[in-house]
């Protein structure tokens, strides 16, 4: 299991792996690689999340930060393999509109 919150481009997905807490995703955010990772990738963006190990209610304004970057590119974001626990994490905080469609 790692330690670390990693975001990274893999077969033409975002994937998102490691521990997703808010210390590891304000790391995240203080790379400032999040838009040059969005760009570089094709005009439907899939996020991979079958790599998460654990994860907060952090993950959530991350997966926001994603869909407005995407959106500034003119993009669109789709989550796939996402774990059963953050549906229910998603529905809960009624993002579900926003994250899952």
């Not at 974001?77 to 899952?100: C, F, G, S, T, Y």
Request: hydrophobic residues 45%; glycine residues 2%; aromatic residues 2%.
């Amino acid at each position: 299991m790692t330690n670390n919150l990693r975001v990274q481009v893999k077969e033409c997905r975002l994937l998102i792996e490691g521990d997703c807490n808010f210390g590891s995703v304000a790391k995240l955010d203080n790379e400032k690689s999040l838009p040059a990772l969005i760009q570089s990738l094709p005009e439907n963006i899939q996020v991979d999340l079958s790599g998460i190990n654990n994860s907060s209610s952090a993950i959530l304004p991350l997966l926001l930060q994603i869909k407005r970057c995407a959106e500034t590119f003119d993009k669109r974001m789709q989550l796939v393999e996402i774990p059963e626990r953050l549906v229910a994490m998603i529905k809960l905080a009624e993002l579900d509109n926003l994250l899952l469609s």
